[in-house]
Nanobody, 127 residues
Framework: QVQLKESGGGLVQAGDSLRLSCAAS????????MGWFRQAPGKEREFVAA????????AYADSVKGRFTISRDNAKNTVDLRMNNLKPEDTAHYYC????????????????????WGQGTQVTVSS
């Protein structure tokens, strides 16, 4: 049974940093590209960042580029999202997701389908 478990969310102030982590189990982690998404109340889920299974390629939404960094540790089956200079508009429920990749460099696009999703973790940024 595949499980993706997010952690690290919380309530922070604007300008603060936060690190989200997603622990994966039940899959061959090094064969999956990983992504982070978020959904704010009343809004559609949106792409945040993605990383290839080889850790060689990444992609970011324009709204987080330069502030967020996605990384992964295939030995620990984890993918992290480091978030700096947080803004109130970053407030959302953050989810990690996994998609099977046949190419080591493959980075899923913002609308690419994912095979597995976690339950998410809440990030709230106060102004």
């Amino acid at each position: 049974q595949v499980q993706l478990k997010e952690s690290g969310g919380g309530l922070v102030q604007a300008g603060d940093s936060l690190r989200l982590s997603c622990a994966a189990s039940g899959l061959t982690f090094s064969s999956y590209a990983m992504g982070w998404f978020r959904q704010a109340p009343g809004k559609e889920r949106e792409f945040v960042a993605a990383i290839s299974w080889s850790d060689s390629d990444t992609a970011y939404a324009d709204s987080v580029k330069g502030r967020f960094t996605i990384s992964r540790d295939n030995a620990k089956n984890t993918v992290d999202l480091r978030m700096n200079n947080l803004k109130p508009e970053d407030t959302a429920h953050y989810y990690c997701a996994a998609t099977r990749a046949t190419r080591s460099w493959y980075v899923p696009g913002p609308r690419a389908p994912y095979d597995y999703w976690g339950q998410g973790t809440q990030v709230t940024v106060s102004s």
